[in-house]
């Protein structure tokens, strides 16, 4: 069962190789101001569905680690509040999807920015 706005860590993607699967095996897309990439899969567990996230922002981009780690709370907190949308469609039951976000903005996002590109992959991948 998954509990709203929460994000455990059975909702995220740790594994170096499992991002790395995600990464060149999976759909990729475009959403200002993300690149993402996700793999689809059946649930191990019946009436089951999970989404789960792994988030990256380039070191390039934002050389200071405040920056880095202030995008991530951000995409955090707007797919914390805003993941509901996709367990609440039907035809996601005992669907499995791993989420790979790549931060590709040049300037410290406002919050509105990050949810609705958020909300826009959510509903892309549901």
Same mark, same amino acid.
Do not use: W
């Given at each position: 069962?998954?509990k709203?706005?929460?994000?455990?860590?059975?909702?995220?993607?740790?594994?170096?190789?499992?991002?790395?699967?995600?990464? !060149?095996?999976?759909?990729a897309?475009?959403?200002?101001?993300?690149?993402? !990439?996700?793999?689809?899969?059946?649930?191990?567990?019946?009436?089951?569905?999970?989404?789960?996230?792994?988030?990256?922002?380039?070191?390039?981009?934002?050389? !200071?680690?405040?920056?880095?780690?202030?995008?991530?709370?951000?995409?955090?907190?707007?797919?914390?509040?805003?993941?509901?949308?996709?367990?609440?469609?039907?035809?996601?039951?005992?669907?499995?999807?791993?989420?790979?976000?790549?931060?590709?903005g040049?300037?410290?996002?406002?919050?509105?920015?990050?949810?609705?590109?958020?909300?826009?992959?959510?509903?892309?991948?549901?």
């Open positions: 069962m998954v709203a706005n929460k994000l455990p860590n059975t909702e995220r993607v740790k594994s170096p190789q499992r991002v790395s699967e995600i990464y !060149h095996k999976g759909v897309g475009f959403v200002y101001p993300f690149k993402y !990439h996700f793999i689809t899969q059946p649930s191990e567990k019946a009436d089951q569905s999970l989404l789960k996230i792994c988030i990256a922002v380039s070191k390039k981009k934002f050389k !200071h680690a405040v920056d880095r780690n202030r995008v991530k709370r951000l995409v955090k907190e707007a797919y914390r509040l805003n993941k509901m949308a996709f367990y609440d469609k039907p035809d996601n039951k005992n669907k499995q999807v791993e989420l790979y976000l790549v931060f590709v040049k300037d410290l996002p406002e919050y509105g920015v990050v949810e609705k590109g958020i909300k826009s992959i959510i509903q892309k991948i549901g």
